[in-house]
């Protein structure tokens, strides 16, 4: 069961890597502990490139939008993914899948 889950999950994450890809969109998975500053090292690239470069963030709090708040008032593009509840801290292939399918102007290059 467990292999079928890691199969299916990655034919999602293939469909949204040639989505990137084919719109010229890089893409970066950022991950690590609460607390060990992911929302402060986003700020600051934020800061030094929003005005560069078309930004979209994937939020993936567990029941709230802080971080995601975080990034309003600058020019990206925020989709909060938020799922409440613990056992799923991560975003997999189908969560990115549907919050691209949700962004206001689609998965494309600015």
Do not use: W, Y
């Amino acid at each position: 069961m467990l292999e079928k889950i890691f199969a299916e999950n990655d034919v999602r994450a293939n469909v949204n890597r040639a989505a990137f890809e084919n719109n010229g969109i890089r893409a970066l998975d950022l991950m690590s502990s609460p607390g060990s500053g992911k929302t402060t090292v986003l700020g600051a690239a934020l800061d030094e490139h929003a005005d560069q470069f078309a930004i979209g963030v994937i939020e993936g709090d567990i029941t709230t939008d802080l971080d995601a708040a975080n990034g309003r008032g600058t020019q990206v593009s925020l989709l909060n993914n938020q799922h409440g509840f613990c056992a799923e801290c991560h975003l997999d292939a189908p969560m990115v899948n549907r919050a691209l399918a949700g962004a206001p102007d689609g998965v494309r290059r600015r």
